[in-house]
T-cell receptor, first 111, second 115 residues
Framework: DQQVKQNSPSLSVQEGRISILNCDYT??????FLWYKKYPAEGPTFLIS?????DKNEDGRFTVFLNKSAKHLSLHIVPSQPGDSAVYFC??????????FGTGTRLTIIP | GAGVSQSPSNKVTEKGKDVELRCDPI?????LYWYRQSLGQGLEFLIY????????KSGLPSDRFSAERTGGSVSTLTIQRTQQEDSAVYLC?????????????FGPGTRLLVL
């Protein structure tokens, strides 16, 4: 039983447009949500996070939105750039528990 | 500054052989994690170490998998009698503490291929 789902394995977006990556979770106890980005042949790197007390967190071109009632998390990248092409993983946790990662979405930015 | 390093970067082995994968975490990080990413799959948690506490082995897929962490620093993941389904990228991460809210810093991974 997957607690965290990223239903789109891949996504292609034109350069300059908005990229929206989605993540759904099942456990309402999760209280902290993160996005990691992974380039080929490299380990994932932390991108942005949000606490359950907020519904939005912004860092430059990256914004994470949290909809607790829908148990849904999304990452918006605007404007999208070629360097954003990577695999994006959402991750969730609560309390002091370890992270649970989603299956990832491969984002391709088309020049 | 030095990040998390892993060795070897690639490993090809024959089915039935044992393999050892090494992880050097960031100095001062007390928590160390092992994950596995199989083709088309997400990051599968395997095991984590926090300081001197007993490791959380709940993600190890079988008793062929084991890990140790010596002196609270370097960790070795051992896979005995490897099977073809063990082929994956094995990622190590470390963090300052073990709460999930702490940023994890990943190594580049070891790509294991079992023939």
């Amino acid at each position: 039983d997957q607690q965290v789902k990223q239903n789109s394995p891949s996504l292609s977006v034109q350069e300059g447009r908005i990229s929206i990556l989605n993540c759904d979770y099942t456990n309402s106890m999760f209280d902290y949500f993160l996005w990691y980005k992974k380039y080929p042949a490299e380990g994932p790197t932390f991108l942005i996070s949000i606490s359950s007390i907020k519904d939005k967190n912004e860092d430059g071109r990256f914004t994470v939105f949290l909809n607790k009632s829908a148990k849904h998390l999304s990452l918006h990248i605007v404007p999208s750039q070629p360097g954003d092409s990577a695999v994006y993983f959402c991750a969730v946790t609560f309390g002091n528990e370890k992270l649970t990662f989603g299956t990832g979405t491969r984002l391709t930015i088309i020049p | 500054g030095a990040g998390v390093s892993q060795s070897p970067s690639n490993k090809v082995t024959e089915k039935g052989k044992d393999v050892e994968l090494r992880c050097d975490p960031i100095s001062g990080h007390t928590a160390l994690y092992w994950y596995r990413q199989s083709l088309g799959q997400g990051l599968e948690f395997l095991i984590y170490f926090q300081g001197n506490s007993a490791p959380d082995k709940s993600g190890l897929p079988s008793d062929r998998f084991s890990a140790e962490r010596t002196g609270g620093s370097v960790s070795t993941l051992t896979i005995q009698r490897t099977q073809q389904e063990d082929s994956a990228v094995y990622l190590c991460a470390s963090s300052f503490s073990s709460t999930g809210k702490e940023t994890q810093y990943f190594g580049p991974g070891t790509r294991l291929l079992v023939l």
